[in-house]
Nanobody, 115 residues
Framework: QVHVVESGGGFVQPGGSLRLSCTAS????????VSWFRQAPGKQRELVAR??????TWTSDEEGRYSISRDNNKKMVYLDLTNMKPTDTGAYYC??????????WGQGTQVTVSS
């Protein structure tokens, strides 16, 4: 199994920023498509960002406040959250999908945006 671990969550005031990190224990990290999901209190888990094995990226934020990137040498995927709003609050989960379809989830990291 691929072990996925997220880190970097915390408490931040509106307008602040955070960098979330995701790593996965696999020898084929560069072949993974990696996604970030957010589960806000009382809401469904939703996709917020994705980066593919060929570095195509997608983010849900229409204002360009989210950015996803990867460093395959470090086996890391980053989600940069900027100009944060209370609606960014939630548990953020990293999800990996292998080239042949194997999927894994991390345990989540909590992000709270509040004054």
């Amino acid at each position: 199994q691929v072990h996925v671990v997220e880190s970097g969550g915390g408490f931040v005031q509106p307008g602040g920023s955070l960098r979330l990190s995701c790593t996965a224990s696999t020898t084929t990290f560069s072949s993974l498509t990696v996604s970030w999901f957010r589960q806000a209190p009382g809401k469904q888990r939703e996709l917020v960002a994705r980066i593919t094995n060929i570095n195509n990226t997608w983010t849900s934020d229409e204002e360009g406040r989210y950015s996803i990137s990867r460093d395959n040498n470090k086996k890391m995927v980053y989600l940069d959250l900027t100009n944060m709003k209370p609606t960014d609050t939630g548990a953020y989960y990293c999800h990996t999908k292998g080239y042949y379809g194997g999927e894994s989830w991390g345990q989540g990291t909590q992000v709270t945006v509040s004054s």
